[in-house]
Structures are given as structure tokens and as C-alpha cells.
């Protein structure tokens, strides 16, 4: 069974900047081919993709987080980095990362992000 752990959410003022880390581990990983990405859900709101990367490298961005948002990966292809500069009250949401790759699709259980003005 493959698990996705997120670390790193928190509370931050306008202008801040926080740092999410996702993790995946699981024995299907080994030789899979997945790509990664964070998506978040806002109160009221439906769930929307902030950023992905693919099995290759190449990164996606939302465009609401286009030139503040930095999609990496941490070493391994299994963990991933998202940098979030100059955070505004509408980031506020919980941050999920998701694994996805054939037959895969799996979540984490999400980090919450609050920005205050």
C-alpha cells in the first residue's frame, strides 16, 4: 500500500513564505511511473490543482500561483517540495498532495495553510 505524507503547513501574515514537503512510500513505487503534485480545497470551494510535477521533471503551475510558487523534487523522485513565496489570504486552504500513475491515485490527508492580512 503506498502512503503520502504531507509536513510543513501552518500559519503565516501576507507577503510570508512556508514550505510544504510531501513524502510517498510503498513497495508499488519501486519501478512505477508517477508524476506528483499539490492540489488544495478552500472553505466552500471545490478541490484545484496548485502544481505538478511529471515522472520526466517537467513542472505545472496553476496559474493563480505562477511566480510565487516553486514545484521540486527533494532528492528522491518520491518527495517533493513546494515553496510558497509571497503567500496572499487567498492561499489559505489545506494543501493535499497527491501521487498519481497508472492504476495509482493516492492522497495525503492534507496540511493546513492560513495567510492573515
Known amino acids: 500500500q503506498v502512503q503520502v505524507v504531507e509536513s510543513g503547513g501552518g500559519s503565516v501574515q501576507t507577503g510570508g513564505s512556508l514550505r510544504l514537503s510531501c513524502a510517498a512510500s510503498?513497495?508499488?513505487?519501486?519501478?512505477?511511473?508517477?508524476?506528483m503534485g499539490w492540489y488544495r480545497q478552500a472553505p466552500g470551494k471545490q478541490r484545484e490543482l496548485v502544481a505538478t510535477?511529471?515522472?520526466?521533471?517537467?513542472?505545472n503551475y496553476a496559474d493563480s500561483v505562477k511566480g510565487r510558487f516553486t514545484l521540486s523534487r527533494d532528492g528522491a523522485k518520491s518527495r517533493v517540495l513546494l515553496q510558497m513565496d509571497s503567500l496572499r489570504p487567498d492561499d489559505t486552504a489545506v494543501y493535499y498532495c497527491?501521487?498519481?500513475?497508472?492504476?495509482?491515485?493516492?492522497w495525503g490527508e492534507g496540511t493546513l495553510v492560513t495567510v492573515s492580512s
Open positions: 497527491n501521487l498519481r500513475g497508472g492504476p495509482m491515485d493516492y
Open positions: 510503498g513497495r508499488e513505487l519501486i519501478f512505477a511511473v508517477y508524476d
Open positions: 510535477i511529471t515522472n520526466r521533471g517537467s513542472v
